[in-house]
Each structure stands twice: as structure tokens, then as C-alpha cells.
């Protein structure tokens, strides 16, 4: 009876073993997105559409359900997260500021809007992250200069930006030439952070002040200083995305015409929905996202790869790198990649030619000393994911046997040796015979 009990046990839990153990490919495609309200579902649905699409599975919960959590059995559940929440002040079930940080340091994506009147949670997720809202919790950006004309004068919070990062591999190929309308609080970036990056700014006459009260005092935040959203690649290759406005990826920007002042262009649509989508593609690791592969070493004129090089030695370096380009893997163009031949410092530094599909290569003499050394590439570049390859190879010296027999370098030594013989011998024969 009670083995009876162990099986039938073992038999219902395999469900739910089966689905946390999952295949890695579908755990990525899933992304959690927390709500503070259902509703902004339905009011930011172009956003979420637009992932679906793109073949992700979006996981809608409210961000304070009872039933919360973010891995099951060891094994994360998800690949992605998304905070749509920012008024809340706790999670609910398992997930909480830790649960959140240490999902990004397993090396998972995260996208973070807040608003004005943030909470303390999502404030402190952002500063975990590199950066800073205003202190005000009911500051907003305002901009007398590059407001987006409307039909109302207000307050001159919604801003028209179109002070882009320039970088291909972030915001697409495509250049954005439609500004964008932001509505919500500005921040800062730490600066002893140098993985987070400003892709929108505010221009240099914003400042971050509360619309409702006239200034007593200088506003802390002002300028080209303040980020309205900004990105962080970890070390991990983890991405994050931080914006202060959650209306950003709304339906309702997302379809509205933007005229900025002082401009005589009125554009039918902002450039909105063209940078949450590029922006999610490259959070979502759908582009900038490299792998190396086959990393080969050998000796000039052989295949295998040897367990030691001896001082002096001719030898050859291969490594192949692909980038993901949202479909399929294809091979990476540059002229960047270096590799080197390190130990403690490195004795040989190489750039790779490349055989523009995929390979990257080159050929150098081993150094006249002997240890242990490592061919190391670490490469990071603006927008994509980091590589770091090593491979540990010991150098030795000549045997015994393996020097030259005669040094060209030393043929005036043997000449003067073999002279003095000579003429000692000569010496000798004058010597005895001569009367």
C-alpha cells in the first residue's frame, strides 16, 4: 500500500516536473509582465502585441497576486521581466526587490517603468541598477523649449525628444528621425557606473520640478543631465531597461501626432512605437547578441591541437562569431576582434582578420619564454554582448637536443678557435725543427 502511495504520488508531480524543467529556448521566449492594473493591458496593447508577434509568451499577472514567483524547483520559469507596476509598493507571493536582482544577475532581461509618484520599490530596483529618480516624489520633467505642441498650453510636461543615442545596434538601422513623447519623472545616472547608458535625454533647457508649485528654490535635476530612459548590459550580458514614464509604450502616444515647439514639421505619428520596439529587440537579446564558437589553436602547417608549445614556435589562432539576427544566426562583421597571448601581461596582442563569414584568424611566433600562458579575446563593444574566451597552454624551452648545432651568429668564435690551433700548430713545428 504505501509503495502504491510513493507511485501514484511520483506520477502527479511529473507534470509539474516536466514544465520546470523546461527546454531552455522556450524559458527564454517567456516573459512575466507584472501590472499594477489589468487595465493597462488593454491601454498599452500595441506594446505587448507587438511581442507576441515576435513569438514571445506574455505572462499577465497583477503585480501584488499572492501566487507570485519567478522560478519553481531551482529553475527560473522565465526569460524576461516586465514592471508595468509603478505605484506598487510590494509583491506579492515570492518576488521582492532581492528575488528581482538576483533574477538580472542569473542573466535575465528587465524592463522597468515608472512614473510620477513612483514607490519606494521601484525607485530602489533603479537604483540598484545605476540610476536615480528624483528625490520629488511627484517631480516631473518639464521643458518651456521642447514641449510637444498640443491643443491645450498645460504644463509643458509632455516633451518631444528626439536626442537619441547613436548607436545601430541599440536603436536599428533604421534611423528614428521622429521625436518621441515622454511624459513622466526624470533621472540621473550614477557615474560610477560605466555599463549604463542614456538613450533618451532631455534636452539642455529641462528640468525635473513639481508642475504644481511654483520653484522656491534651483531644481536639483536640470538639462541635458536628466535621462528619460536609459539601458544597462550587466556583466552577465543581463540587459536592463529603465524609463521614468509607463505612458511611453502607451496606445495613446503610440498613435499620436508630435509637433515640437518651435518646429513647423507636425508629424502624423510619434516615433514612439519605432523606439519601444527597436529598444525591446535589443533587450530581449533579438539583436547585438553574439556567440563564439570552435575556438582552435594548432602549429602552423598541422590540425590538432597540441597539449604544449615549445618557445619560437609558429602557430595559428581561429575562433568562429556569430550574431543572432532575431530569426538566425549569421556571421559577425568587424575589424575589432583582438586576441592575446598573455601571461601576467600580454606578450603578443593580434587583431583577427576575419573571412567575412564568421571566422576570425590570424599567426604569430610563440615569445622566447617559457610558462604558462593563455590565449584570451575579450571583447566588448557598444550594444552588443561581451565575449570573454581563454584557453591555458604551457610553453616550454628547448630540450637539450634541439638547439642548433652551429649558430651562424658564433662563426667568428669558431673561426678564432680553429686559427689559434693553426698557429700553435705551426708554432710547434718551427719551434722543434727550426736550428
Known amino acids: 500500500m504505501a509503495k502504491l502511495l510513493i507511485f501514484v504520488t511520483i506520477v502527479s508531480l511529473l507534470p509539474l516536473l516536466g514544465s520546470s524543467f523546461s527546454s531552455e529556448n522556450h524559458t527564454d521566449r517567456r516573459i512575466l509582465v507584472l501590472l499594477d492594473d489589468f487595465a493597462i493591458k488593454s491601454s498599452h496593447s500595441i506594446f505587448f502585441k507587438s511581442l507576441q508577434t515576435r513569438g514571445f509568451e506574455l505572462d499577465f499577472k497583477l ?72 528625490e520629488d516624489p511627484a517631480a516631473m520633467v518639464i521643458d518651456h523649449t521642447s514641449y510637444a505642441v498640443s491643443k491645450t498650453e498645460g504644463d509643458h510636461t509632455l516633451i518631444a525628444s528626439d536626442d537619441f543615442i547613436q548607436s545601430e545596434v541599440i536603436l536599428g538601422r533604421k534611423i528614428l528621425e521622429v521625436p518621441v513623447l515622454f511624459q513622466g519623472v526624470g533621472h540621473t545616472l550614477n557615474p560610477a557606473n560605466n555599463l549604463v547608458l542614456k538613450v533618451l535625454s532631455a534636452s539642455p533647457s529641462a528640468y525635473s520640478a513639481n508642475p504644481k508649485n511654483k520653484l522656491s528654490t534651483p531644481p536639483s535635476l536640470t538639462g541635458s543631465a536628466i535621462s528619460l530612459v536609459s539601458v544597462v548590459q550587466a556583466r552577465n550580458n543581463a540587459r536592463i531597461l529603465i524609463s521614468g514614464s509607463l505612458s511611453l509604450f502607451s496606445n495613446r502616444l503610440f498613435r499620436s501626432g508630435v509637433q515640437k515647439a518651435g518646429s513647423s514639421t507636425k508629424f502624423e505619428k510619434s516615433g514612439n512605437e519605432q523606439f519601444v520596439t527597436e529598444l525591446s529587440k535589443w533587450v530581449f537579446h533579438e539583436r547585438g547578441h553574439l556567440k563564439a564558437v570552435n575556438v582552435r589553436h594548432n602549429k602552423v602547417g598541422e590540425t590538432d591541437e597540441p597539449a604544449i608549445y615549445r618557445i619560437n614556435d609558429d602557430l595559428e589562432y581561429s575562433v568562429e562569431i556569430y550574431e543572432w539576427s532575431g530569426t538566425s544566426w549569421v556571421p559577425y562583421m568587424a575589424d575589432d576582434v583582438q586576441v592575446q597571448f598573455y601571461m601576467m601581461s600580454p606578450y603578443v596582442l593580434k587583431t583577427l582578420s576575419t573571412d567575412q563569414k564568421g571566422l576570425f584568424f590570424t599567426s604569430f611566433k610563440v615569445p622566447d619564454v617559457y610558462g604558462v600562458f593563455q590565449f584570451k579575446v575579450e571583447y566588448q563593444r557598444l550594444g552588443y554582448t561581451s565575449l570573454s574566451l581563454s584557453k591555458q597552454i604551457p610553453v616550454r624551452p628547448f630540450r637539450h637536443n634541439e638547439y642548433e648545432r652551429f649558430i651562424p651568429t658564433a662563426f667568428p668564435y669558431y673561426g678564432s678557435s680553429f686559427t689559434m690551433m693553426a698557429g700553435f700548430f705551426l708554432f710547434t713545428i718551427v719551434y722543434l725543427y727550426n736550428k
Open 63 to 134: 503585480a501584488d497576486d499572492p501566487k507570485l514567483s519567478l522560478q519553481r524547483y531551482g529553475q527560473y520559469l522565465y526569460g524576461g521581466l516586465i514592471l508595468f507596476s509603478p505605484t506598487i509598493e510590494r509583491f506579492g507571493g515570492s518576488v521582492d526587490l532581492a528575488a528581482v536582482l538576483d533574477f538580472v544577475d542569473s542573466g535575465h532581461d528587465l524592463i522597468v517603468a515608472a512614473a510620477a509618484s513612483a514607490s519606494d520599490l521601484i525607485r530602489d530596483i533603479a537604483t540598484e541598477c545605476g540610476v536615480e529618480f528624483d
